[in-house]
């Protein structure tokens, strides 16, 4: 999975209903409001995971892909856990 490195697994809660390019998903436990407009596929509905880099859906991706690049972003330490510390921080939704 090459992609692994340029985003963070998110599953997604909900999709907007007024904004269908807008989805709330859960990253480690923390909500957020992403752009999922420019995916090519069909739109993620709740229950799958997509792979989010600055607020955008890369791609979807399936819970084993999700686990891997966690299991991923936790082996590479420390810029992860800033990067959650600075997620959880934000009041952004």
């Known amino acids: 999975m090459t992609a692994v490195c340029l985003g963070i697994p998110g599953e997604v809660i909900e ?3 007024e904004r269908p390019d807008l989805a709330k998903v859960s990253v ?5 409001t992403i752009n999922i407009g420019l995916l090519e596929d069909d ?3 709740p229950g799958e ?5 600055v607020g ?3 791609s979807k991706i399936d819970e084993q892909e999700a686990a891997a690049a966690l299991d991923f972003l936790e082996s590479i330490g420390k810029a992860y856990e800033d990067e959650m ?4 921080e934000s009041r952004i939704e």
């Open 15 to 17: 999709i907007s209903e």
């Open 49 to 53: 995971w997509v792979l989010i880099h």
């Open 43 to 45: 739109p993620p509905a």
């Open 56 to 58: 955008f859906a890369l």
């Open 28 to 32: 480690s436990g923390v909500k957020r």
């Open 85 to 88: 510390a600075a997620l959880l």
